[in-house]
């Protein structure tokens, strides 16, 4: 199985847009930004695991996006910027928020150290009616929200919104390894919360121990 | 599975043990491991349970997640998002008398606390609430002067040399104190302020009472 990055709208294509909202056809800066307002949210939603927050910093986000647009730059890629503004002000809000004390455990684990799965449990099939399950998708919403934020940040660019190894790095200012290496550990941290997995009871008796971890 | 790894030099095959399975499982399903890389993983994972139970278990997270509609938006989100862009994006002149009115606002709840102020105006005020006004208008956009201390609504005369826009917030975040000259002038223009606001300045600028 090998994934391909979802393709962005024509580079060309935002590119001439930005030109025109730059001339003064403002307007067109909601024709922009339409792909990406999930997007923004979906990701200030995983940095600061708060609904409204997440709203809050969208909404800024998308006004700060455009009070800088002159400062954009067309060789980039406009989404790639626009979610580094997203990060950025999500970032300042949870410091604001002072959030980052309730960091979970996995924070202090070592990057490059090994990485011991919690157990084998077999889960080899999706039941095709799962993510039509509320509380499925909401397990799975609680478990992404229990790693680390560094964790959380690399796999929502890059397995939910579908960027490029390389693109969530610029994104995230740090290099591909690094996306390579958390990438890796989320998968498997998030393989072991969600085990045994929809074979088993998981959705009805297990519960995900937020903040916690298991597979020490 | 106990096999140590080996590149691949000629005919001779690579052999991988479970931990390189496990340090090149999420590469595989990137796609990003060379063919001999990815057949030795392949001929692995079919003799391993263990391993081939985590290849199904990241396979499952991948898919699971693979749908950002997973993260339902709130209601109304559209709605609310267009409309606070609509007076910066669309140029309202709204949006101007909005903010003055949001400054007027500010400016009288700040007057009633200069009153209080000028009770005590030789105590020193700690810079954070010279920074009230601001915070009442977190996300307006400021000027910092390159390697200056105070903030400035954009345009200010008493501004020199080059600057950055920041919004209100993070310029306050940041240290920054709010130009009580441009301050004083935004308010004076909202028609919100006495004229004994001017005496604000001699108490260190100060826009909002303790």
């Given at each position: ?145 229990s790693l680390a934020q560094k964790y959380r940040e690399v796999f929502v660019l890059r397995d939910v919104e579908h960027m490029s190894i390389e693109d969530t790095a610029q994104a995230l200012g740090i290099s591909a390894g690094a996306v390579k290496t958390r990438l890796l550990r989320a998968r498997l941290m998030l393989r072991d919360l969600l085990s045994p997995g929809l ?18 | ?95 101007r008398r909005a903010w003055l009115v949001s400054v007027g606002v500010s400016g009288a709840l700040a007057a009633s606390a200069v009153c209080a102020a000028v009770l005590d105006r030789l105590v020193p005020r700690p810079l954070s609430e010279m920074s009230q006004p601001a915070r009442r208008l977190p996300q307006r956009l400021v000027a910092i002067v390159d390697g200056g ?62």
């Open positions: 199985m090998t994934l391909a990055p979802r393709s962005d709208p024509g580079h060309e294509h935002e590119a001439a847009l930005i030109v025109r909202i730059q001339s003064g056809e403002r307007e067109l800066f909601y024709e922009l930004i339409r792909p990406y307002e999930r997007r923004v949210f979906v990701i200030a939603f995983t940095i600061l695991r708060n609904e409204a927050d997440a709203e809050d910093v969208a909404q800024d986000a998308f006004l700060k996006a455009f009070k800088y647009l002159a400062q954009f730059r067309s060789e980039s890629r406009f989404s790639t910027w626009l979610i580094q503004v997203a990060i950025n002000e999500a970032r300042q809000r949870q410091r604001k928020s002072h959030l980052e004390i309730m960091r979970p455990i996995t924070d202090q684990e070592n990057e490059d150290g090994t990485y011991t799965p919690r157990d084998f449990t077999d889960w080899r099939e999706i039941p095709s009616e799962a993510l039509e399950r509320k509380e499925i998708r909401e397990k799975l919403v609680a478990a992404l929200g074979d088993g009871n998981w959705a009805t008796n297990s519960q995900i121990p937020k903040g916690t971890n298991p597979w020490s | 599975m106990g096999n140590e790894f080996a590149d691949s030099k000629g005919d001779k095959p690579v052999v991988v043990a479970c931990e390189h399975v496990l340090r090149e499982i999420s590469n595989y399903f990137e796609g990003d491991v060379d063919p001999a890389l990815r057949q030795a993983l392949e001929e692995h994972l079919a003799q391993c349970p263990r391993c081939q139970s985590i290849h199904d278990g990241m396979r499952n997270v991948i898919a699971l997640y693979s749908d950002e509609a997973m993260f339902p938006l709130p209601d109304g989100f559209y709605p609310r998002l267009h409309g606070r862009l609509a007076d910066q994006v669309e140029g309202r002149r709204l949006s201390k105070i903030f400035h609504v954009p345009g200010c005369p008493f501004m020199h040399g080059t600057y950055h826009m920041v919004t209100a917030q993070e310029a306050v975040l940041e240290g920054y104190t709010p130009c009580t000259r441009c301050m004083r002038d935004a308010l004076r223009s909202a028609g919100k302020v006495k004229p004994d606001f001017e005496g604000e300045e001699s108490a260190g600028g100060a826009t909002d009472g303790k």
